[in-house]
């Protein structure tokens, strides 16, 4: 466990854009902490601010105001190859349209954030496995994207995201490509992975059906939270 009471803390976090003379703001005021071994859903119609929230929260965009806080270091103020570091030791991403190398198999779409950070072959190989173990695909290894389903494919993406073993995942809108049933399953595998691993996962949607897996709600309109969540 951190000695840090939150993994992520932002404060009067704001995003404005200028188009022309108009201010869009697409993140305002938000206020939010994130703790250890949380399932929090973001959900909000297409065009709440989710997906700017959740780059500012990475260190992926610059907040016109406000802070955020990862285990007490102010990422507004690191440098770029610090932001790097955090995002490839700390964070897990997962994307709406899965994001595949689609001449790679599982195996290797999942092994590739190791090969980038440099982990010697042998743990690589043995994280790898664990990570198609936990998403259920140990038989699907050698299988290229085009040779799998959408849920399936959702399934690497995750594996992908856990294999170096981040603190959070952040997921912006996961479900969004997948039917009804393989979008619970994705779910009840967030679920399970916050109970079984202790990885925090920060979970941007629009689908409401999902939300009871979630140990927190927290809704974003015009990019604010909405009181009541």
């Given at each position: 466990?951190?000695?840090?009471?939150?993994?992520?803390?932002?404060?009067?976090?704001?995003?404005?854009?200028?188009?022309?003379?108009?201010?869009?703001?697409?993140?305002?005021?938000?206020n939010l902490d994130v703790g250890h071994r949380?399932?929090?859903?973001?959900?909000?119609?297409?065009?709440?601010?989710?997906?700017?929230?959740?780059?500012?929260?990475?260190?992926?965009?610059?907040?016109?105001?406000?802070?955020?806080?990862?285990?007490?270091?102010?990422?507004?103020?690191?440098?770029?190859?610090?932001?790097?570091?955090?995002?490839?030791?700390?964070?897990?991403?997962?994307?709406?349209?899965?994001?595949?190398?689609?001449?790679?198999?599982?195996?290797?779409?999942?092994?590739?954030?190791?090969?980038?950070?440099?982990?010697?072959?042998?743990?690589?190989?043995?994280?790898?496995?664990?990570?198609?173990?936990?998403?259920?695909?140990?038989?699907?290894?050698?299988?290229?994207?085009?040779?799998?389903?959408?849920?399936?494919?959702?399934?690497?993406?995750?594996?992908?995201?856990?294999?170096?073993?981040?603190?959070?995942?952040?997921?912006?809108?996961?479900?969004?490509?997948?039917?009804?049933?393989?979008?619970?399953?994705?779910?009840?595998?967030?679920?399970?992975?916050?109970?079984?691993?202790?990885?925090?996962?920060?979970?941007?949607?629009?689908?409401?059906?999902?939300?009871?897996?979630?140990?927190?709600?927290?809704?974003?309109?015009?990019?604010?939270?909405?009181?009541?969540?």
């Open positions: 466990m951190s000695r840090y009471q939150s993994l992520i803390s932002a404060k009067d976090l704001r995003k404005v854009y200028r188009l022309g003379s108009e201010e869009i703001k697409a993140v305002h005021d938000v949380q399932f929090i859903a973001i959900v909000g119609r297409s065009g709440s601010g989710k997906t700017t929230l959740l780059n500012l929260l990475a260190g992926l965009d610059k907040p016109t105001a406000g802070t955020v806080l990862f285990e007490g270091r102010d990422i507004t103020q690191m440098s770029e190859s610090e932001l790097i570091a955090l995002r490839r030791q700390k964070i897990g991403f997962i994307f709406q349209s899965f994001g595949l190398l689609p001449l790679l198999s599982a195996f290797e779409n999942i092994e590739l954030p190791l090969r980038i950070i440099g982990v010697p072959p042998k743990v690589r190989e043995e994280r790898t496995r664990e990570a198609l173990d936990m998403v259920g695909l140990t038989n699907r290894a050698r299988h290229r994207p085009y040779e799998l389903s959408g849920g399936e494919q959702q399934r690497v993406a995750i594996a992908r995201a856990v294999v170096s073993r981040p603190a959070i995942i952040l997921a912006d809108e996961p479900t969004g490509e997948l039917d009804s049933a393989n979008a619970r399953s994705i779910f009840s595998l967030f679920k399970k992975m916050v109970i079984d691993e202790g990885i925090t996962i920060l979970a941007a949607t629009h689908d409401a059906a999902l939300l009871e897996m979630a140990d927190t709600v927290k809704e974003l309109r015009d990019g604010t939270f909405v009181d009541g969540h």
